[in-house]
């Protein structure tokens, strides 16, 4: 919850910093209004009911939310060009026709987002090859996430969470400035 009146005044913050946070966090913003002797709320775009604005936000906005899980490492905004492949590419023959010609938006030894228009339900798996890199071994990948042309104002595509990686395609995006793991979750939090 943000109150307005607040975060207009307050220069002491950094507001791309909320922002940012307000990409990833629902957000409600509330001010009082003297006239009606009440709290008024805005979410994203849309005003909340006069009379209980924080039920509902809770009712409308927060029962929808899909929670964002937990990275144990930090991604990097990187583009690299990927083939997106539905299937295990035949790579000895260089083939790989059918595949998604598309880009990683962000990245980590662990994962990356692609740009792309095509619908893919969470848990399907999938395979990357990267094209700038000298092992072109494809990546299996599993979609944890995915957000849909159209379905919001935010970029279309893939949350993708690596299965494995060859040592010297970690060591290549680790020379490109992926950083290794930052810290060690905690044993319950790892399979999250």
């Known amino acids: 919850m943000l109150d307005t009146p607040t975060l ?17 966090f629902l ?4 001010r009082y209004d003297h006239q009606a002797g009440g709290i008024c709320g805005v979410s994203g775009q849309q005003g ?8 509902c936000f809770i009712r409308s906005t927060c029962s929808q939310f899909r929670p964002r899980s937990l990275r144990g490492m930090e991604r990097t905004a990187l583009s690299l060009p990927v083939y997106l492949c539905e299937f295990i590419p035949d790579r000895p023959c260089g083939c790989l026709d059918g595949c998604e010609k598309t880009a990683t938006l962000n990245l980590s030894l662990r994962g990356c987002f692609v740009f792309s228009v095509t619908a893919c339900e969470q848990g399907t798996p999938l395979w990357l090859v990267f094209a ?42 680790t020379s490109l400035g992926l950083r290794p793991e930052c810290a060690t979750l905690a044993p319950a939090a790892r399979a999250v």
């Open 132 to 173: 700038d890199l000298e092992d072109q071994a494809p990546v299996p990948s599993r979609v944890s996430w995915s957000c849909a042309w159209g379905a919001a104002r935010k970029i279309p595509g893939l949350g993708l969470e690596f299965l494995s990686l060859t040592a010297a395609q970690a060591g290549q995006l």
């Open 27 to 30: 957000v409600i913003r509330l």
């Open 8 to 24: 207009i005044r307050d220069k002491s913050f950094d507001r791309h910093i909320l922002t940012q946070l307000e990409g990833v």
């Open 48 to 55: 909340s009911s006069p009379d209980e604005p924080l039920s």
